[in-house]
């Protein structure tokens, strides 16, 4: 897969404390493979190569609403965030309480993603893009390639690769510039993750990859 500013551009899932942080209420099962995959650096390369390179950046947010607690069936990790208050805000047009809160950008990456260029879309609702407006915003832009990247590996990651590939696009995954929990039950997200990847994603690139891909793009 060839990259080119011009059509290509770098999508992160969910670059918020919950999962980002060590005050997040992810870190517990999440912090093992953040480290060992030197996630938050890697996001941090892919952020400054996409910025000094020209290619657009969108975001996809995870945010909680009061009113999402009406919701009368969940997923089992549906369930525990809404439960944990994961992701939680006041409301949809209520920033109170935003600011450093688990729903907030992680510090780090503030810079890139509230520099006026970046592309906030609406909040994926549970996992993946269907329920928000990513795609519109991609075509719009005549976006037609993507690098994937940003939390979690097995889940809104995952779901986002799925969807956008169904949708016709082309999709890169940086695979060290995600994570996922490592559950005493459930297993390793990250593992099922990288299998999913090899057999759907155009490419399945390191952040070093990743990089030196963009420099050719642009």
């Known amino acids: 897969m060839d990259v080119d500013k011009n ?13 980002l942080s ?16 030197n996630t938050i650096e890697n996001i941090d390369r892919i952020f400054k190569a996409a910025k000094s390179r020209g290619f657009e950046v969108f975001i996809s947010p995870h945010y909680f609403y009061p009113t999402d607690k009406g919701w009368k069936f969940n997923g089992p990790l549906e369930t ?9 805000r006041k409301g949809v047009l209520n920033l109170e309480g935003l600011a450093g809160s688990g729903a907030d950008w992680l510090h780090r990456f503030k810079p890139y993603i509230q520099d006026g260029k970046t592309i906030v879309v609406a909040p994926h609702r549970i ?18 390639k993507i690098i994937l990247g940003g939390m979690l590996a097995n889940m809104c990651v995952e779901s986002h690769l799925r969807e956008l590939i169904e949708q016709g696009f082309e999709v890169a995954v940086a695979k ?11 297993g390793s997200g990250y593992t099922a993750a990288l299998i999913n990847y090899a057999y759907l994603a155009h490419a399945v690139w390191t952040t070093d990859e990743t990089v030196k891909a963009m420099e050719r793009g642009s």
């Not at 059509?7 to 999962?19: H, L, R």
């Not at 525990?80 to 939680?88: I, L, P, R, T």
């Not at 060290?176 to 459930?186: L, R, Y």
């Open 176 to 186: 060290d510039a995600t994570a996922a929990p490592k559950h005493p039950e459930w």
């Open 7 to 19: 059509n290509t551009a770098v999508v992160f899932i969910d670059p918020q404390n919950e999962v």
């Open 127 to 144: 996992w993946g893009s269907e329920t928000n407006d990513l795609v519109l915003q991609l075509r719009k832009r005549r976006i037609s």
């Open 22 to 37: 060590e005050k997040g209420l992810g870190w517990p099962l999440l912090h093992e493979s953040l480290r060992e995959n």
């Open 80 to 88: 525990d965030e809404v439960a944990s208050g994961m992701f939680a």
